[in-house]
């Protein structure tokens, strides 16, 4: 099995510019979860999706940020404009349960992203 | 906002035995606790999951208590390549929310 696949791994833009994240779960789980790693603040959840289904969008810091999952092998979070408080190390995770629950993550290697 | 805390950091050497505490006071009653461990460049990795008692794997022990307000990962016997942060997992009760704790950073000496 890949594991979960993101891309790209590193992205560099300017503040401003749109930037679209990509996710690729492993196959077969039913749940997808967007994470934004900082210093300052942690691991946060962003959303998560069951099913396809957003659940819980609370975590999007603010409309600039939208995430989508148009089927069950692949989801998008775009940052429209970006600023450059939105540099970050941003995560996919899928689970196999649409539980919602803590059921076990499996994470991909994250993307890289600076706004100038 | 219920919070999980997690020592910022501890330190160890080589052949001992590392504990680590959550505390999650608003634990849902049907989230299961789960922690993660997470190298630089990488995304954090389970390493172990459970939901009252205790509960064993090929690489750590977790203990609960009873009431759950806390957890405890136990490492038995660290090496070099045990330096890591490691996070506990728990829902929050009433917001449906996943919250990683804030991590706690292990040094491993020689």
């Known amino acids: 099995d890949a594991g979960v696949i993101q891309s790209p791994r590193h992205e560099v833009t300017e503040m401003g510019q749109e930037v679209t994240l990509r996710c690729k779960p492993i196959s077969g789980h039913n749940s997808l979860f967007w994470y934004r790693q900082t210093m300052m603040r942690g691991l946060e959840l962003l959303i998560y999706f069951n099913n396809n289904v957003p659940i819980d969008d609370s975590g999007m810091p603010e409309d600039r940020f939208s995430a989508k999952m148009p089927n069950a092998s692949f989801s998008t979070l775009k940052i429209q404009p970006s600023e450059p408080r939105d540099s970050a190390v941003y995560f996919c995770?899928?689970?196999?349960?649409?539980?919602?629950?803590?059921?076990?993550?499996?994470f991909g290697p994250g993307t890289r992203l600076t706004v100038l | 906002l219920a919070k999980t805390t997690q020592p910022i950091s501890m330190d160890s050497y080589e052949g001992q035995e590392v504990n680590i505490t959550c505390s999650h006071n608003n634990i849902a009653t049907n989230d299961y606790i789960t922690w993660y461990q997470q190298f630089p460049s990488q995304g954090p990795r389970f390493i172990i999951q459970?939901?009252?008692t205790k509960v064993t794997n090929e690489v750590a022990s977790l203990f609960i208590p009873a009431d759950r307000k806390s957890s405890t990962l136990s490492l038995p016997r660290v090496s070099l390549s045990d330096t890591a942060v490691y996070y506990c997992?728990?829902?929050?009760?009433?917001?449906?929310?996943?919250?990683f704790g804030t991590g706690t950073r292990l040094l491993v000496s020689p």
């Open positions: 997992l728990v829902g929050v009760k009433g917001f449906q929310k996943l919250v």
């Open positions: 459970g939901y009252k």
């Open positions: 995770a899928s689970s196999l349960y649409a539980s919602g629950n803590t059921d076990t993550q499996y």
